[in-house]
């Protein structure tokens, strides 16, 4: 049975866009505040004004989570805004693929920073307020939600550093569900295959081509798709951890 969010803080990082911004209009529909964090603040404020139309709670948090500071500062700020934290979901990612050997190795660095590194900061940052929020809310949980990949089951060529850094996200999120659980806090995986976002938009030309051909025949999920996911994650009751889930286009095969 789904529970209502009443009274808990979520932060969603990635907020201004995409499976980010679906997550946190979500979230807030079901009762929690929201602290939307990403880099475009204008996108983040329109956002926000629409949550609070709504009857929302929101703060807009830009930052740059692949620096560490900037992580950190985020989580705190939302700590200062919104007096809690109960819910935190990692969307903040790249994609950036191509053969190996065409690959300028700053795309590579950038899939690192945000996709691993970022996710890194953000969840060592907010792991002791989730701590103290499942110690004092009526529901006696917190959910840690990374957003991870398909390409973290299957890797595929021209994608090895994407698939690695997805691979690294389920790896960790499997340990730390281990060392959270003892503290009710439930650490979880979402992989989304192919979805409508601004993800495609960010690769080289070529790249991009070759994707839109692969995927010509292919009916994308939504944003809303996979937020569906995780509002189903952060809703069930205490005794029940969504360890991973995937969901795919049925048309992918």
């Not at 930052?63 to 900037?70: C, G, L, V």
């Not at 569900?177 to 650490?187: C, W």
């Not at 999920?221 to 005794?239: C, F, K, N």
Request: hydrophobic share 45%; proline share 4%; aromatic share 4%.
């Amino acid at each position: 049975m789904a529970e209502q969010l009443d009274g808990t803080v979520a932060m969603v990082t990635g907020a201004s866009s995409g499976i980010g911004r679906a997550a946190a209009r979500q979230l807030a529909a079901r009762g929690a505040a929201v602290a939307l964090v990403a880099r475009r603040k204008d996108r983040l404020t329109e956002l926000a004004h629409e949550i609070s139309a709504a009857g929302g709670t929101v703060t807009v948090v830009d930052a740059d989570i692949t620096d560490r500071k900037q992580a950190s500062t985020a989580v705190e700020r939302t700590m200062t805004e919104l007096g809690r934290l109960d819910t935190v979901v990692n969307c903040a990612g790249v994609m950036l693929t191509g053969p190996a050997d065409e690959a300028p190795v700053e795309e590579w660095e950038r899939m690192v920073s945000l996709n691993l590194m970022g996710l890194l900061y953000v969840s060592h940052a907010a792991l002791p307020h989730l701590i103290s929020g499942a110690e004092s809310s009526s529901r006696r949980v917190a959910d840690l939600v990374n957003v991870s990949s398909g390409a973290a089951r299957t890797a595929r060529g021209g994608a090895a550093v994407y698939a690695a850094t997805k691979m690294s996200v389920n790896t960790f999120s499997e340990a730390l569900r281990q060392e959270a659980a003892p503290h009710n806090v439930r650490v979880s995986i979402v992989e989304p295959g192919a979805v409508d976002t601004e993800l495609f938009d960010h690769q080289r030309p070529v790249v991009r081509e070759h994707f839109e051909q692969w995927l010509a025949n292919v009916e994308k999920l939504w944003p809303e798709d996979i937020a569906d996911a995780i509002e189903y994650i952060v809703t069930r009751p205490r005794r029940v951890t969504v360890n991973d889930v995937m969901v795919r286009p049925t048309d992918m095969h």
